[in-house]
């Protein structure tokens, strides 16, 4: 029994004089964080002078790399944009506590804490697209030329749009509504130029657009961003469409006040007049 306790007591004097695992704080929150294939890996706390952190990456099945400005550093996000070039595969990522850039340590292996697993091709978001519209000569059809969101990704030292990346995986799901409605309908296209018919003839329309990959595995990651709203001109847009109640009832008050004023001056001035022709007309006496 004796020895035992002594072996305990040896046992937990060699750890806490010697840790292993325990000698660097280890990174939390581990998150990808990723738009139009420009992929990020976030983690906390930032770190203090005793210890930084080091990123080490691979694809599935493959061994391990490193990112050269992600080594023993201070900071709490590494760009793996360039890293993660095989968009189809998907990718683990450990964040390392290590000793400050130059200190040496005795440990063989040093804390981690993993990452999620990504896979780029699923899980990037798809930012929002910008367009331009265009009206039929019969009023009836807007066409919409969508612009594909450009992504990280290069080739050949051209930088890709989405297009590229998906090719016909790619559709756009355009929301459209009369001006000042609020009954939305939704069109599909597997196409950048979009034409909506049977609009009503001389009425504006708005719309907007988003990427639309259906074949994502997550429901959640198939639409990306939506854009910014865009309405057509309405040629027969009267006056009282165009400005509010209060607008309106506010342009009347003034156009009131404005003929109360000037009836008020002409009618002082009439009185003014009248009473001087009067004095002119009334004859002297004599002394």
């Known amino acids: 029994m004796e020895l035992r306790l002594a072996a305990i007591l040896c046992l937990a004097f060699v750890l806490c004089t010697h840790p ?9 929150n581990v998150t990808w964080q990723s738009s139009n294939f420009k992929t990020i890996l976030m983690w906390e706390p930032k770190p203090s002078a005793d210890y930084s952190y080091t990123v080490e990456y691979s694809a599935v099945g493959r061994d391990t790399q490193r990112n050269l400005h992600c080594i023993r550093s201070s900071a709490t996000a590494c760009d793996l944009s360039d890293s ?12 390392l506590s290590e000793p400050p850039l130059g200190a040496s340590s005795d440990m063989v292996e040093f804390p981690y804490t993993s990452s999620p697993r990504f896979c780029p091709y699923e ?16 009023k009836r059809t807007t066409t919409l030329y969508v612009i594909d969101p450009e992504t990280a990704l290069h080739k050949d030292g051209q ?28 069109w599909t ?8 018919p049977n609009l009503d003839r001389g ?12 074949s994502r595995s997550h429901p959640d990651k198939q639409l990306g961003e939506m854009s910014q709203i865009r309405c057509s001109s309405d040629d027969n847009q009267s006056f009282f469409g165009d400005y509010s109640v209060a607008v309106i009832a506010a342009a009347i008050f003034l156009i009131l006040l404005l003929i109360g004023i000037v009836i008020a001056v002409i009618v002082v001035c009439c009185k003014r007049r009248n009473k001087a022709l009067k ?9």
């Open 279 to 287: 004095k002119e007309k009334v004859p002297l006496q004599d002394a």
């Open 84 to 95: 993660l070039t095989n968009v189809s595969t998907c990718y683990t990522a450990d964040v």
């Open 159 to 186: 930088r890709l749009n989405i297009r590229d990346v998906f090719s016909d995986k790619l559709q756009y799901k355009v929301t459209y509504r009369k001006n000042r409605s609020t009954g939305k309908k939704v």
């Open 189 to 196: 296209s597997k196409t950048n130029v979009i034409e909506i």
């Open 20 to 28: 292993v695992s325990g000698s660097y704080p280890t990174a939390q």
């Open 123 to 138: 899980d990037t978001d798809i930012g929002k697209p910008d367009f331009k519209l265009g009206v039929s000569g019969d």
């Open 203 to 214: 009425v504006s329309y708005c719309f907007s657009v988003q990427a639309y990959i259906p």
